[in-house]
């Protein structure tokens, strides 16, 4: 009973928006892809060279703190990795098309936000869809279905500055649809994730926030945000349309070409 009550959760939801077929894009865009958590901007990889075949301009944006980054855990912070998303916004000709993954959700939301009129549109991928006074950690509190609340997935440092997810389970709850090969890719990208971001309520409001188109790409065998949990987001934040992908959390290396082919209807 509790999987079929899920699964009409899940169906109700895609039902509330509509389910919006795939079909070419005439004009280009400006894309910008953000990353989510225990993540780096490696993973768009597959989505970018898709997108840019098709003959869209994409950028990646890393939050701070990574890669080459040095700077430490404790002075990250949301506002910073919304800053760092609209420095790239704001040095566009035109606006964008703003694309999350998971964590990624609450960032583009700040984002949008603060310069509404810079983004043609958002795109959650499998995101957290906030509503104002929402964190990653307040809407968390509504999973019940996901790998990482099992005991011992996920690691928190002894100064409770950063979590980070067992290795052993990472890529089984990151990409349980992987082969070999893609399964490499995911876990390469794995990083520990600051815990003052995913604790920070983001303050959103209509005019601004609520005045941007957004869609949602859902998850279907997502063990990380579930669909259960992303079809109560949708059901109480309203998306201007919804998309269905059967992947786990990580379509963008699973199912490149058709996430890029989602995105590109974005805007039309």
Known sequence: ??????????????????????????????????????????????????????????????????????????????????????????????????????????????????????????????????QSGDSLLSLSEYEHNSILGEPGNLIVSDDSTVASINPDVFVAAFCPDCDETQADVVSASGVAEPLIPLATPVNLT???????????????????????????MLSRTPVDHVFALNTGHAPFITAPTGLADIVMQVGN
Request: aromatic share 6%; glycine share 8%.
């Open 1 to 130: 009973m509790k999987r079929v009550m899920s699964s009409l959760m899940v169906a109700m939801a895609l039902m509330i928006v509509g389910l919006v077929n795939v079909s070419a894009q005439d004009d280009a865009s400006v894309y910008v892809l953000v990353h989510g958590a225990f993540q780096d901007e490696a993973g768009w990889d597959g989505v970018v060279t898709a997108l840019e075949e098709a003959g869209e301009t994409v950028l990646t944006v890393q939050s701070p703190g990574r890669g080459d980054d040095p700077a430490p855990a404790h002075e990250q912070s949301l506002m910073a990795y919304r800053d760092n998303v609209i420095e790239v916004i704001e040095a566009q000709a035109e606006p964008v098309i703003l694309v999350g993954h998971s964590f990624g959700g609450i960032v583009i939301s700040e984002v949008a936000e603060a310069i509404p009129e810079q983004i043609e549109a958002l795109v959650y991928i499998a995101a957290y869809l906030p």
């Open 206 to 232: 209509d005019d601004n926030f609520g005045s941007v188109e957004k869609v949602y790409v859902l998850t279907a065998e997502d063990v990380v945000v579930s669909p259960q949990l992303q079809a109560f």
